[in-house]
């Protein structure tokens, strides 16, 4: 996640005509995809104000994911 804000982000931002700020920022993705967004969009919500998850992959551990999502 550090590295998709700070340099991949970043570069998207200064190379094309984006909204950078929170409110116009999003995650997506599917299986492990959709976890990472999950997390990121929790994790960063100060960066990601929303995120597309699709059919996350936390199924062989929802036991973590749920306990690190009480937090």
Request: charged share 25%.
């Given at each position: 996640?550090?590295?998709?804000?700070?340099?991949?982000?970043?570069?998207?931002?200064?190379?094309?005509?984006?909204?950078?700020?929170?409110?116009?920022?999003?995650?997506?993705?599917?299986?492990?995809g959709g976890l990472m967004s999950l997390?990121?969009?929790?994790?960063?919500?100060?960066?990601?104000?929303?995120?597309?998850?699709?059919?996350?992959?936390?199924?062989?551990?929802?036991?973590?994911?749920?306990?690190?999502?009480e937090k």
């Amino acid at each position: 996640m550090e590295w998709l804000i700070h340099d991949f982000k970043s570069e998207i931002d200064r190379q094309y005509r984006t909204l950078p700020d929170r409110e116009h920022t999003f995650l997506a993705g599917s299986s492990m995809g959709g976890l990472m967004s999950l997390y990121g969009v929790m994790e960063f919500n100060h960066v990601f104000s929303r995120a597309g998850a699709l059919s996350p992959l936390y199924g062989w551990r929802l036991e973590s994911f749920l306990s690190w999502q009480e937090k």
